[in-house]
């Protein structure tokens, strides 16, 4: 009896889990796009910039001040050879977001997001000949296929923004790579990630953005009022963007791998309905079922992946099965994507 209310406990609480992450991602992803769209601030870097510095403030709150979370101590010039580099395309990665936020609807975007898998396993296969299992290569084919569908048929198409979020997948899959060797022998969670990362990435960021937005922003100032709610949304949207950091590590810690690959393919599915919802923006048949081809591609990736990686050494090999266990799967588990 008692092992039966400790099962159900264990599942209410992956489920109130999962859905506090879906309510803080869908929030963050609706708010930004309301801050570009409706309040007409079209400074995508200076947003970043202040989701970073609102993230650094909440992470050394919750490590230093709450003590929620013990600090993964790093070496002073470990900080710079490994931990700068990889904030540097964690920047990168957040800014190409926010600025294809800007320009296409968020379906677009979301849809377009889920690339980064076959981005993921096309670098490592060009760039550091990594090789992977077949089946590897024929889960990618209904990503591929469905995001090809979604840009032929979204009506909102826009070049840059488009260009944006395909090189933000690159720019996430090159931080997924290089993460496997930068910060190897450190079993960084999301709250210590953000801790080192959110200061670097602020430092990399406040200059470009006071010289390309500084004015502009001024001049925004002084033709928007009224300013109190305006600084409360903008600067809202980083704290919950600092909150969706903090509920990915319950999540992580709450599920499977497999429940949470098809929670966050769901939680696409989600955001897609809520941003359409509140935005209207035209979505043709076609278009839909492209976004629905590529989450389920996606879905089935994350399955294939799984199952790949329970695979034991003792496993029979065929010809066509890799020499090392390593070159089944992606080198690292994209869990921890990252949302600031």
Same mark, same amino acid.
């Given at each position: 009896?008692?092992?039966?209310?400790?099962?159900?406990?264990?599942?209410?609480?992956?489920?109130?889990?999962?859905?506090?992450?879906?309510?803080?991602?869908?929030?963050?992803?609706?708010?930004?796009?309301?801050?570009?769209?409706?309040?007409?601030?079209?400074?995508?870097?200076?947003?970043?910039?202040?989701?970073?510095?609102?993230?650094?403030?909440?992470?050394?709150?919750?490590?230093?001040?709450?003590?929620?979370?013990?600090?993964?101590?790093?070496?002073?010039?470990?900080?710079?050879?490994?931990?700068?580099?990889?904030?540097?395309?964690?920047?990168?990665?957040?800014?190409?977001?926010?600025?294809?936020?800007?320009?296409?609807?968020?379906?677009?975007?979301?849809?377009?997001?889920?690339?980064?898998?076959?981005?993921?396993?096309?670098?490592?296969?060009?760039?550091?000949?990594?090789?992977?299992?077949?089946?590897?290569?024929?889960?990618?084919?209904?990503? %591929?296929?469905?995001?090809?569908?979604?840009?032929?048929?979204?009506?909102?198409?826009?070049?840059?923004?488009?260009?944006?979020?395909?090189?933000?997948?690159?720019?996430?899959?090159?931080?997924?790579?290089?993460?496997?060797?930068?910060?190897?022998?450190?079993?960084?969670?999301?709250?210590?990630?953000?801790?080192?990362?959110?200061? !670097?990435?602020?430092?990399?960021?406040?200059?470009?953005?006071?010289?390309?937005?500084?004015?502009?922003?001024?001049?925004?100032?002084?033709?928007?009022?009224?300013?109190?709610?305006?600084?409360?949304?903008?600067?809202?949207?980083?704290?919950?963007?600092?909150?969706?950091?903090?509920?990915? !590590?319950?999540?992580?810690?709450?599920?499977?791998?497999?429940?949470?690959?098809?929670?966050?393919?769901?939680?696409?599915?989600?955001? %897609?309905?809520?941003?359409?919802?509140?935005?209207?923006?035209?979505?043709?048949?076609?278009?839909?079922?492209?976004?629905?081809?590529?989450?389920?591609?996606?879905?089935?990736?994350?399955?294939?992946?799984?199952?790949?990686?329970?695979?034991?050494?003792?496993?029979?090999?065929?010809?066509?099965?890799?020499?090392?266990?390593?070159?089944?799967?992606?080198?690292?588990?994209?869990?921890?994507?990252?949302?600031?």
């Amino acid at each position: 009896m008692e092992e039966s209310r400790l099962c159900q406990w264990t599942v209410i609480r992956s489920v109130l889990a999962i859905l506090q992450w879906w309510g803080f991602n869908v929030t963050v992803i609706i708010m930004n796009k309301w801050i570009f769209q409706k309040m007409d601030f079209k400074f995508p870097l200076t947003v970043s910039c202040i989701h970073f510095i609102c993230s650094a403030i909440g992470a050394y709150t919750v490590i230093k001040v709450l003590k929620l979370k013990p600090l993964i101590v790093v070496d002073p010039e470990d900080r710079w050879r490994r931990i700068f580099p990889m904030s540097f395309v964690f920047c990168i990665n957040i800014v190409l977001g926010n600025v294809s936020l800007r320009y296409i609807p968020v379906s677009f975007m979301q849809t377009i997001k889920s690339f980064t898998p076959a981005t993921t396993v096309i670098l490592q296969w060009l760039v550091w000949s990594k090789h992977f299992d077949l089946r590897i290569w024929a889960s990618l084919i209904p990503i %591929v296929g469905g995001i090809l569908l979604t840009s032929i048929t979204e009506l909102s198409f826009n070049t840059f923004g488009f260009c944006a979020a395909l090189f933000g997948c690159l720019a996430t899959s090159t931080k997924t790579i290089l993460a496997e060797s930068l910060l190897h022998g450190y079993k960084f969670d999301s709250i210590n990630t953000v801790y080192y990362m959110a200061p !670097f990435a602020t430092m990399i960021l406040a200059l470009p953005a006071l010289l390309l937005e500084g004015s502009g922003v001024v001049a925004w100032l002084q033709t928007d009022p009224p300013f109190l709610s305006s600084f409360c949304i903008i600067f809202g949207s980083g704290v919950l963007a600092f909150c969706l950091n903090f509920s990915i !590590f319950y999540v992580i810690h709450s599920t499977t791998a497999v429940t949470f690959n098809v929670a966050g393919n769901l939680k696409v599915a989600v955001a %897609v309905t809520c941003s359409w919802l509140i935005f209207r923006n035209p979505i043709s048949m076609m278009n839909a079922v492209g976004c629905a081809i590529t989450l389920v591609g996606c879905t089935f990736y994350g399955y294939v992946r799984h199952m790949l990686s329970q695979q034991t050494p003792d496993t029979p090999r065929t010809p066509r099965t890799p020499r090392k266990s390593m070159e089944f799967v992606p080198l690292v588990n994209e869990k921890l994507e990252d949302k600031v």
